[in-house]
């Protein structure tokens, strides 16, 4: 399973390493490490590390690593494929359709991110907003194009979808 932790960490030297180290000591392969020097938690720095580990049993056996070396969880989970997509939405857009869409997009159970962004005049009733959105499943992308498309269709304005996935 792969698994995505954020430790807080002493800002002390070799501090790092001890909280890898584990990782290795269970058969798991670390993919990635940020380490966030700008990012202090209760005067720890943030740590996000990415990394596979073969069942549960040894990720619990991780933890309790990490509980007695000192080493705070701030959160971990697994980790989930993501699946980009992006719309640009062309025309009059009514600040509450952008709240519909908002709510909407946020309701979808695979909705890993958004990013909203509008651009206008004011001077001109015009408006283009671009949608970028990840989701969990393809599926999901399917369900945020319907959602965007409904309020295209309802508020008048064009909906294109982009060159996601």
Request: proline residues 4%.
């Amino acid at each position: 399973m792969k698994v995505n932790v954020d430790l807080g960490l002493k800002d002390v030297p070799g501090t790092l390493v001890g909280a890898l180290e584990p990782i290795s000591s269970l058969d798991g392969n670390i993919v990635g490490v940020v380490h966030h020097h700008d990012k202090v938690l209760g005067g720890r720095i943030i740590v996000n590390v990415t990394f596979e580990i073969s069942s549960q049993s040894r990720l619990e056996r991780l933890k309790e690593i990490w509980e007695k070396k000192g080493i705070d969880i701030v959160s971990l989970g697994p980790l989930f494929e993501t699946h980009p997509m992006e719309f640009l939405l062309v025309g009059n857009i009514p600040p509450n359709e952008l709240s519909n869409i908002a709510d909407g997009l946020e309701s979808l159970e695979d909705m890993d991110s958004m990013d909203i962004r509008l651009a206008g005049s004011s001077t001109k009733d015009e408006r283009a907003a671009l949608v970028f959105g990840k989701m969990r499943t393809k599926k999901g992308l399917n369900q945020m194009e319907s959602i965007l498309r409904e309020c295209g269709s309802r508020a008048g304005f064009i909906v294109i979808r982009g060159l996601g996935d």
